[in-house]
C-alpha cells in the first residue's frame, strides 16, 4: 500500500485546514487507516483513525470535538479535518494503514506510512 499525504500548510490560530491522504496498490490491506504527527523533538502521537467498515472513528483526547476523519472508500482516501487549530497542533502529519487488528492509536500497529505533510498553526 502507498500513501500519499497533502493539504498541510501555514494557517492562523483559530483556522482550518482539510489534510488528505490517497492510498493505491493493495488497498484491501488498508482497512484502518490514522493519522500521526509529530512535533520536532517530540515523538510520534496518535491523533485520529477509522476503519473501513462500519467506519468506527477514534481520536486522541487533544484534537476530539476538533477534528474529524473520514473516508471514501470508492477513492481509498481519508480525509482529517482540523478546526480550531492551536499553535500545539504544529508538526508533520503523516497517514498511516494497517490491516484488520486492535490497537490503532499505537504507531508500531501500522505497516504503511505516508510521507508526511506539514502543518503549522502562527499564533
Known amino acids: 500500500v502507498q500513501l500519499q499525504a497533502s493539504g498541510g500548510g501555514l494557517v492562523q490560530a483559530g483556522g482550518t485546514l482539510r489534510l488528505s491522504c490517497a492510498a493505491s496498490?493493495?488497498?484491501?490491506?488498508?482497512?484502518?487507516m490514522g493519522w500521526f504527527r509529530q512535533a520536532p523533538g517530540k515523538e510520534r502521537e496518535f491523533v485520529a483513525a477509522?476503519?473501513?467498515?462500519?467506519?468506527?472513528?477514534y481520536y486522541a483526547d487533544s484534537v476530539k470535538d476538533r477534528f474529524t476523519i473520514t473516508r471514501d472508500n470508492a477513492k481509498n482516501t481519508v480525509y482529517l479535518q482540523m478546526l480550531s487549530l492551536k499553535p500545539e497542533d504544529t508538526a508533520v502529519y503523516y497517514c498511516?494503514?494497517?490491516?484488520?487488528?486492535?490497537?490503532?492509536?499505537?504507531?508500531?500497529?501500522?505497516?504503511?506510512w505516508g510521507q508526511g505533510t506539514l502543518v503549522t498553526v502562527s499564533s
Open positions: 498511516a494503514a494497517a490491516p484488520f487488528r486492535s490497537g490503532v492509536t499505537m504507531t508500531h500497529r501500522y505497516d504503511y
Open positions: 477509522i476503519r473501513r467498515a462500519p467506519g468506527m472513528t
Open positions: 496498490g493493495r488497498t484491501l490491506s488498508a482497512d484502518i
